[in-house]
């Protein structure tokens, strides 16, 4: 890869990540990870709207296992 090639795709990924966790009221989608954080928030407090944020993985990881098969 060239130089700049890697800091593109990162700011890319970024705003990806930014605007889809305010498009979707709190659920990341390029940087799956972070939606353990507010899951942990959520077990905490007690809240409600956990469900979808732990459904947020598995759905990331049957993405990348179907599009490897294409």
């Known amino acids: 890869?060239?130089?700049h090639e890697n800091t593109i795709l990162a700011?890319?990924?970024g705003?990806?990540?930014?605007v889809a966790?305010?498009?979707l009221f709190g659920l990341f989608t390029a940087h799956v990870t972070g939606n353990f954080v507010p899951i942990g928030a959520e077990v905490a407090g007690g809240g409600q709207d956990m469900l979808l944020k732990l459904l947020?993985?598995?759905a990331f990881v049957v993405g990348i296992?179907?599009?490897s098969v294409i």
């Open 21 to 23: 966790f305010v498009a």
């Open 15 to 18: 705003y990806v990540d930014t």
């Open 65 to 67: 296992a179907l599009s």
């Open 56 to 58: 947020a993985f598995p």
């Open 11 to 13: 700011l890319i990924a």
């Open 1 to 3: 890869m060239k130089k």
